[in-house]
């Protein structure tokens, strides 16, 4: 909010206000990976508090509910009503890191534990790729976090929200066949140490035998909606928060990163990674900065922007631009408003474009600004700092995305193998091009090219060990050359060849065919291998 044409257009708009239940909360350090932020409140274990005097009042606030212990666990499907098909372990060349329970499409799935949803909807991997879409269930079993992760079904079938508590038994979904299903089935994972904070996947089968069948009546409705509160406090790197476990674990200052987490919970549209990005853009995440606009603080609030939205999160007695909580949760509570503003205008047609970019144009510029352009806005001013503001955002992002996040592969580190480069490199089918786009953290400037590309699938197939260099020139360089027809998956595949090296490359899928970022307005995709092809087996 620092340009002097977000100044001017946020004077000329009306003020947009959302209701978000707060409470003062403050964390403590665990073993999870929570941190230290002031006043504390001491812990009991993860995703569990005991809540001092001056804070009983906002623990009553409706459905500002705790994370507590789960009871037994149940088998997700009822007797009779899927059949097992595929265990734990290595499959196709790869690690299957769940169950499957095949079943007719809409076959009632159920919930293994008391817990609240981190996930529900889209895993973010697009059509076709992957779950397509998930929930991811947090629970505490015995004292430490737990995940259970549900996944393939169809958008319909996801019957609950992210934030909503389940008790074991409770209809969450109905079996589908979407993302990279071979045919209608449940894929069921657990995770102990929580999936989005790096726990390990561990065979569900050890967990489930003997395990009773759900309770409910086959068919019955979904679970009465009941929210576990934005400003819940948040332990384990997010655990049991939704959109808490969104953030990367070290990506901010550690006294930052509890806030971050928190903000990103206050809304499903805007994430903890998105924030910190954003925070980056505005300030590098350095405190006490003023701009010659008068904006201040880490997230760079005009001071009247920010009476808007400020409150005393930290619970030190002062609401200030310059309090890490205070400014953070200001930033969240903006955003949200935001996002709940553009949302509207694109329901009703009168903006298009991708949200989270018009989300981010609008702190910049004002939401009037996208509202008058329909869209993003451009000329002037809106082209020289809005525009690249918003790519600079969206490109800072997946420094901070936690890995997994969005129900992508995840690779155990120091294991390898062709098929997880593979894996990586399609779930991002569908990713636009653009140049000088991706790493190994992922997308980035909002897509990959070839050359990105390549580098995030072998070091995400590597189990991070192998980093490429960034050109398909260089790429060339590494490794060993092998002849184009034992080319295997995994393997490099160079082409459209110039006196410097290779303009292109790709990852070979085996069978002829490859997954690349072909050009300039094209997508991530699947296509057979190119004329004149050479390849190399770089790990």
């Known amino acids: 909010m620092k340009t002097a044409i977000g100044?001017?257009?946020?004077?000329?708009?009306?003020?947009?206000?959302?209701?978000?239940?707060?409470?003062?909360?403050?964390?403590?350090?665990?073993?999870?990976?929570?941190?230290?932020?002031?006043?504390?409140?001491?812990?009991?274990?993860?995703?569990?508090?005991?809540?001092?005097?001056?804070?009983?009042?906002?623990?009553?606030?409706?459905?500002?509910?705790?994370?507590?212990?789960?009871?037994?666990?149940?088998?997700?499907?009822?007797?009779?009503?899927?059949?097992?098909?595929?265990?734990?372990?290595?499959?196709?060349?790869?690690?299957?890191?769940?169950?499957d329970f095949a079943g007719p499409v809409g076959t009632p799935i159920y919930a293994a534990l008391d817990g609240v949803a981190v996930k529900a909807g889209s895993s973010g991997e697009g059509p076709g790729v992957g779950f397509e879409n998930w929930i991811v269930l947090d629970s505490i079993v015995d004292g430490k976090p737990v995940s259970t992760v549900y996944g393939h079904m169809f958008t319909d079938g996801v019957l609950i929200k992210e934030g909503q508590q389940v008790k074991a038994g409770d209809h969450i979904a109905a079996i589908g066949n979407a993302g990279g299903s071979t045919g209608p089935h449940l894929h069921f994972e657990y995770w102990e140490g929580g999936r989005l904070q790096g726990g390990?996947?561990?065979?569900?089968?050890?967990?489930?035998?003997?395990?009773?069948?759900?309770?409910?009546?086959?068919?019955?409705?979904?679970?009465?909606?009941?929210?576990?509160?934005?400003?819940?406090?948040?332990?384990?790197?997010?655990?049991?928060?939704?959109?808490?476990g969104d953030l990367k674990a070290g990506s901010v200052p550690p006294e930052m990163e509890p806030w971050f987490r928190k903000a990103g919970s206050l809304c499903p549209q805007i994430k903890p990674s998105l924030l910190a990005a954003d925070a980056k853009a505005e300030s590098g995440l350095v405190r006490g900065l003023t701009s010659v606009s008068g904006a201040e603080g880490i997230t760079q609030f005009m001071p009247g922007t920010f009476a808007s939205y400020g409150q005393d999160d930290d619970g030190n007695g002062k609401i200030s631009i310059h309090d890490d909580g205070d400014a953070?949760?200001?930033?969240?509570?903006?955003?949200?408003?935001?996002?709940?503003?553009?949302?509207?205008?694109?329901?009703?047609?009168?903006?298009?474009?991708?949200?989270?970019?018009?989300?981010?144009?609008?702190?910049?510029?004002?939401?009037?600004?996208?509202?008058n352009a329909g869209g993003m806005p451009s000329g002037g001013d809106y082209t020289t700092q809005t525009q690249p503001y918003v790519a600079k955002v969206l490109a800072y992002e997946a420094e901070f995305a936690a890995p997994g996040g969005s129900g992508e592969l995840v690779v155990p580190p120091g294991s390898e193998s062709g098929s997880?480069?593979?894996?990586?490199?399609?779930?991002?089918?569908?990713?636009?091009?653009?140049?000088?786009?991706?790493?190994?953290?992922?997308?980035?400037?909002?897509?990959?090219?070839?050359?990105?590309?390549?580098?995030?699938?072998?070091?995400?197939?590597?189990?991070?060990?192998?980093?490429?260099?960034?050109?398909?020139?260089?790429?060339?360089?590494?490794?060993?050359?092998?002849?184009?027809?034992?080319?295997?998956?995994?393997?490099?595949?160079?082409?459209?060849?110039?006196?410097?090296?290779?303009?292109?490359?790709?990852?070979?899928?085996?069978?002829?065919?490859?997954?690349?970022?072909?050009?300039?307005?094209?997508?991530?995709?699947?296509?057979?291998?190119?004329?004149?092809?050479?390849?190399?087996?770089?790990?």
């Open 420 to 539: 997880q480069v593979v894996d990586a490199a399609r779930q991002f089918l569908g990713t636009p091009y653009v140049w000088g786009g991706g790493n190994i953290n992922g997308i980035s400037g909002g897509g990959f090219d070839c050359s990105g590309l390549t580098s995030y699938a072998i070091y995400k197939g590597s189990g991070n060990k192998v980093t490429l260099p960034r050109t398909s020139e260089q790429q060339w360089t590494v490794g060993v050359e092998i002849p184009i027809d034992q080319a295997q998956p995994g393997d490099l595949v160079f082409g459209s060849w110039e006196p410097s090296g290779p303009g292109h490359v790709g990852i070979a899928m085996g069978n002829g065919r490859m997954v690349h970022a072909p050009t300039f307005g094209d997508v991530v995709k699947e296509a057979p291998l190119m004329d004149g092809m050479k390849a190399r087996r770089v790990m």
């Open 7 to 99: 100044q001017l257009i946020y004077s000329k708009r009306a003020k947009v206000t959302i209701a978000l239940f707060t409470a003062t909360t403050a964390l403590s350090l665990t073993a999870c990976g929570g941190f230290v932020a002031q006043p504390v409140i001491k812990r009991s274990g993860c995703g569990t508090s005991s809540v001092s005097e001056s804070d009983k009042d906002s623990a009553a606030l409706p459905g500002n509910t705790e994370l507590k212990a789960s009871g037994p666990i149940t088998q997700p499907t009822r007797d009779g009503t899927t059949t097992f098909t595929s265990g734990f372990g290595p499959r196709w060349g790869t690690e299957h890191r769940g169950v």
């Open 200 to 244: 390990t996947a561990i065979d569900p089968m050890t967990k489930l035998g003997g395990a009773p069948s759900p309770a409910g009546e086959p068919g019955g409705g979904a679970p009465a909606v009941q929210l576990a509160a934005s400003s819940s406090s948040i332990d384990c790197a997010g655990f049991g928060v939704a959109g808490g």
């Open 328 to 371: 953070i949760m200001a930033q969240g509570r903006y955003f949200c408003a935001i996002a709940a503003q553009v949302d509207g205008w694109i329901a009703d047609g009168s903006v298009k474009g991708d949200p989270k970019s018009l989300y981010i144009a609008s702190y910049n510029a004002g939401e009037g600004a996208v509202k």
